[in-house]
Every structure is written in structure tokens, then in C-alpha cells.
């Protein structure tokens, strides 16, 4: 199957995506799927204490897991993504889903820190499978509306990652590391839907295989589409070493600081999270209707004063702050990703992929870097570094409106 058939099948262009219906049952399944994936991934994290004080880990080596479980996803996603839009695999997300029920339960029965290491592998590989082609279907079922597409895609991962902590609190805390076998329930869910969605995908690729893409070539010269992913990039890193700075030592930072238990914390950590959702849930429907240029632009610089205020607050207004953060930062995902993908038409999946996966990498190494800074200069240091983070949106008044002229909708 060539480029220009896939492309037919994911992205539909002029008058055709003005009049497609957008598929809200597939996108109310995708975003589900995206929940159970993300939440049972999320589980990770919010054990970290317990994890450190069972394996007698340092914060360096709680990085290097995360950094393990995030770059094996950054790494593989462009590339799976890339061989998808040439080779499109509608069976493959329930196959990533099966990795992510694998890893979870390779953690719960996990005796030593390598064997850890070796979970958190395999659950980043599922993540990597599943995203670049969860992201593809959202698209197909848009009816043109990619930027609502994307974020009903994304809110379900967001909402799984903030239900992380609260599951984490709730019954592995108390239960200890084998209760990770217990949510082996949500991935057995998710294949099952998936499955699904796997055959709506091929009778979908079947119907438009005919087709020809209007638009297979960027509307921007190659030069200009580079500078612009490097800007991207950007604005990546500055996000989500961010996130990466409260997803793993926020706890860390607020039982030491404010001397609350870890399961208050984690409730903290929750509010974050399902700020985060609640953002992403809005920010792509705006980016259709006013420009993916101009959410991208509020999103990142405008959590620059929160952040920078935050580590001088007490416990009830750094709650207040990171809940306005999370909500703030959230909204730029789904934008740059359909900006990205109007940039390169015709490469859905590698853009989605390119994009997940930088996400996860900066994650990654933001949990490393961070965890080590941690361990020689204090947590406290980490979020008077990470403040300054957010000013790197000004990169974005050097996005082009011209991308934006050119979107299909």
C-alpha cells in the first residue's frame, strides 16, 4: 500500500473534509483505549516511594527508570509511525496493548532494580506501538475537525495518567508491589476495544483505497519546515521537562517541603493531572476555531508566571499554581501535533509519532537530569531551574501563519 493511498485514508482535504461526518463513537473508543493505556502506564510513577524504600534506590536511579520507560517509547514511535503510513497495521494497537499488560505485570513480580529496568522497557515498547497509530485513527474519524479530533484522542490519555496516582494511592500503596497484577484488568479492556477499532480501521483503508491525496507536499519550502520543527522541538523540551519535573519528584517535593504523607500528595499529583486532561480537552477544539499558532503561544509562555512563582508559595497556593499550570501547559499538545501534521501532509503517522516520542524523550531525560540534580543539590533546587522553562514560548512568535492558511479545514 503506498504513501498516497494512506494518506487518503487519514487525511482528507478541501471540500471532502468540510462534508465527512466526524465519527464520534471511534473517537469516543479511541480516547477510551488511550485511557486504559495511559493509566495502567501510570501507575509507574506514584509507587516511586515505595519503590525506593523496597530496593533502596537513590533519585538517580528512579530516573534512569523512568528515562528507560521513556526513551524506549521516544526512540520507536517515529520510526513505527513512519513504517505505518506506507504499511498501515490497524492490528497492531491491539499488539502494543498486549507489550503494556506484559510490562505491568513484569513490574508487579519485578525482584531487583534491573528486573524493573526490564518492565518499564517493555511498557514504553507498548506505548510506542500503540500512539503513532491511536493518533491515525483520530484523524480518519475527525470529519475534518483534526484539531477536536486529536484533543478527544489525547484528554483520554490525560485522564488515565491522572488516575494514576489516585490508583496508586488507593490499593498498591496499601497492598505493596504485587497489586500491580490487579489493573492487568485495564489492558485485557483495551485489547478488546481495540480489536474493534483495528477492523473499523481496515474497512475504512478498503473504502478509500482508490483515493488520491490533493495534498501530498508541504505548503511551506523544506527549509522553512525544518526551522519550524525546530522550533517545535523547542517548545517540546521546555513542556514536558517541565512535566517530567512534577510527574516524578512532585511527591518527593511536597512531603519534604510541606511534611504531608505521601497519599496526600499523591492527591496533589492527581490535580495536576486532571488539570492537565481538562486543558487538552480544550485547547484543540480553540486551535480549529482561532489558530493552532496562537494556542501554542498561550499555552507555553502563559504558565511561565505560575511556574516562577510557585516554589516561593506555601502548600495551598502551590496547589492552586500547579493546578493552573497543568491546566495552561496541557492545551499545546494537540495543536502542535495538527500544526506539524498540516506541515507535512501525508505523513500522519510519523508526525504523531515524531511527536509522542519526543514527548516521551524529553520526559525521559528530564527524569534523569532532574533526579541527579536532585541528588546532589536538594528537590527544591529542581523547581527554582524548571521555573524558567515556560519563557522558552517565545520561540513561538517565529511559527508561520502561512501553516495555518494552508490546513485542510
Known amino acids: 500500500m503506498n504513501a498516497n493511498r494512506t494518506d487518503a485514508g487519514t487525511t482528507t482535504t478541501g471540500a471532502k473534509a468540510s462534508s465527512a461526518v466526524t465519527k464520534f463513537g471511534v473517537l469516543a473508543v479511541i480516547s477510551l483505549s488511550h485511557f486504559l493505556n495511559d493509566a495502567t502506564q501510570a501507575l509507574l510513577i506514584p509507587i516511586y516511594p515505595m519503590l525506593m524504600a523496597r530496593f533502596s534506590l537513590d533519585f538517580t536511579e528512579l530516573g534512569m527508570i523512568s528515562m528507560t520507560y521513556q526513551i524506549t517509547g521516544s ?26 499488560l506484559a510490562g505491568i505485570l513484569t513490574l508487579s513480580v519485578a525482584p531487583s532494580y534491573m528486573w524493573l529496568i526490564l518492565g518499564s522497557c517493555i511498557l514504553g515498547t507498548g506505548s510506542s506501538i500503540f500512539h503513532p497509530e491511536s493518533s491515525r485513527v483520530a484523524r480518519m474519524a475527525s470529519g475534518g475537525r483534526f484539531g477536536f479530533a486529536q484533543s478527544v484522542f489525547q484528554v483520554g490519555g490525560n485522564a488515565g495518567q491522572a488516575c494514576g496516582p489516585l490508583l496508586a494511592a488507593a490499593f498498591i500503596m496499601p497492598h505493596g508491589q504485587y497489586s500491580l497484577s490487579w489493573f492487568a484488568a485495564l489492558p485485557l479492556t483495551a485489547i478488546a476495544l481495540l480489536l474493534w477499532i483495528g477492523g473499523w480501521e481496515a474497512d475504512r483503508l478498503r473504502e478509500t483505497e482508490a483515493r488520491v491525496s490533493e495534498a501530498t507536499a508541504s505548503p511551506l519550502p523544506r527549509g522553512t519546515v525544518l526551522r519550524v520543527f525546530g522550533i517545535l522541538l523547542v517548545l517540546i523540551f521546555s513542556k514536558y521537562f517541565y512535566i517530567a519535573s512534577i510527574n516524578n ?41 482561532i489558530g493552532r499558532r496562537y494556542v501554542i503561544w498561550i499555552s507555553i ?16 497556593w502551590t496547589t ?39 514527548s516521551f524523550g524529553m520526559a525521559g531525560i528530564g527524569a534523569a537530569v532532574l533526579g541527579r540534580t536532585a541528588d546532589l543539590y536538594g528537590i527544591d533546587l529542581v523547581y527554582h531551574i524548571c521555573a524558567f522553562l515556560p519563557l522558552l514560548g517565545l520561540f513561538a512568535v517565529f511559527l508561520p501563519k502561512s501553516a495555518e492558511a494552508a490546513r485542510p479545514v
Not at 504499511?87 to 494497537?93: D, G, M, T
Request: net charge positive; glycine share 10%; with cysteine.
Open 249 to 289: 519528584y512532585f511527591i518527593f517535593y511536597l512531603t519534604r517541603r510541606f511534611g504531608i504523607s505521601v497519599e496526600a500528595a499523591q492527591m496533589r499529583l492527581f490535580l495536576f493531572m486532571f488539570a492537565m486532561a481538562t486543558g487538552t480537552l480544550l485547547g484543540g477544539p480553540i486551535g480549529d476555531r
Open 320 to 358: 492552586i499554581t500547579t493546578f493552573v499550570i497543568g491546566f495552561v501547559l496541557s492545551s499545546a499538545f494537540s495543536a502542535i501535533v495538527v500544526f506539524a501534521q498540516e506541515l507535512l501532509p501525508g505523513h500522519v503517522g510519523t508526525v504523531a509519532g515524531l511527536f509522542f516520542g519526543l
Open 75 to 100: 526512540l520507536l514511535q517515529p520510526l513505527i509511525g513512519r513504517y505505518t503510513d506506507k504499511h498501515p497495521q490497524p492490528r497492531s494497537l491491539a499488539a502494543g496493548m498486549c507489550l503494556t
Open 301 to 316: 509562555l502563559g504558565a511561565a508566571p505560575f511556574t516562577l512563582a510557585m516554589p516561593y508559595l506555601d502548600l495551598t
